[in-house]
């Protein structure tokens, strides 16, 4: 019996997992990762710096070797646009900036592009579309991380006291819309732009029953745009996925609306708390957010 147990005794002291050493080795990759935070615990904002923000200044190359800074800008009404070479949305935009920018006569709304990548490729890309604004490039994300949003095309409009005036806009549609409010003042000018819009979904490959309802819905919100019913024409601005708030949009799948009169739509790892977003390890108490105090 005493030999049964030692001999026990002897399998499981070989068995037990040693304690590493201080000097061991690094973990393998997947013991790394296994340690990570979840994307969802990250306190890095990624839904893009709301109403209101101070707009991080900059300064950065561009794609003629000289310095920009927004700092530069200070007084003026700055459309900043986030684009990448390679992405598809940002050449199908690129067009409207150009001709955009191009037609805004008196309109003294500026047009600033931060791209990512090779100066060269952005230089030849600027140059096939004939962008006559300035096209600055960022460090990998380093400008994009301060503005709060790691994703191409998005635009924010930064107002004369250097603040973001409204919330950001995601994707070529909803930067379209942007350009119509800053840009394009008259109704003919509008018009003509809602043609060309509703022209080129028509001729798109998509299914015909789809493309008529988009169409449809182009020349919804032009109209109640026309007539003075901004809120009703973003909600229909707002694409697939989407949902408005106010002259916002938020995104379905981590947003939610937080407040339509201040277009402020909160992430849904946040707390919103009467009309506002609370900041992370916030609760709402009492109507207004407050930190947690766990036990």
Not at 17 to 38: G, M
Not at 239 to 247: I, P
Request: proline fraction near 6%.
């Amino acid at each position: 019996m005493r030999r049964e147990m030692w001999n026990h005794q002897f399998i499981l002291l070989h068995l037990r997992v040693p304690e590493p050493a201080a000097d061991a080795p690094p973990l393998p990759d997947r013991q790394k990762h296994s340690r990570l935070k979840p994307l969802s615990k990250s306190r890095i904002e990624r839904d893009g710096l709301k109403a209101g923000s101070i707009a991080p200044e900059f300064t950065l190359p561009d794609i003629y070797g000289r310095s920009i800074s927004l700092e530069q800008y200070r007084g003026r009404r700055v459309l900043l646009v986030f684009s990448d070479p390679h992405c598809g949305p940002c050449s199908e935009l690129a067009p409207h900036l150009a001709l955009t920018y191009r037609r805004r006569r008196g309109i003294t709304t500026e047009i600033i592009v931060v791209s990512r990548g090779d100066i060269e490729e952005n230089r030849q890309k600027a140059l096939a579309h004939g962008f006559e604004f300035p096209v600055v490039v960022q460090n990998r994300w380093k400008l994009s991380k301060k503005y709060g949003i790691f994703a191409t095309p998005v635009a924010f409009v930064i107002g004369e006291d250097g603040r973001t005036a409204s919330n950001v806009a995601v994707g070529s549609d909803q930067i379209r819309t942007v350009l119509r409010e800053e840009f394009m003042h008259s109704a003919a000018e509008r018009f003509i732009d809602t043609g060309s819009d509703i022209s080129r979904v028509l001729s798109s490959p998509i299914p015909r029953r789809h493309a008529f309802r988009i169409a449809g819905r182009i020349a919804a919100g032009a109209l109640l745009s026309a007539i003075g019913m901004q809120k009703t024409a973003a909600a229909l601005a707002c694409s697939t996925g989407f949902t408005a708030c106010g002259t916002a949009c938020c995104n379905n799948s981590n947003q939610i609306c937080c407040n339509a009169s201040t277009n402020t739509c909160c992430s849904t790892s946040l707390v919103c708390c009467n009309g506002k977003c609370c900041a992370p390890g916030q609760v709402c108490l009492f109507g207004s957010c407050q930190q947690q105090i766990l036990p």
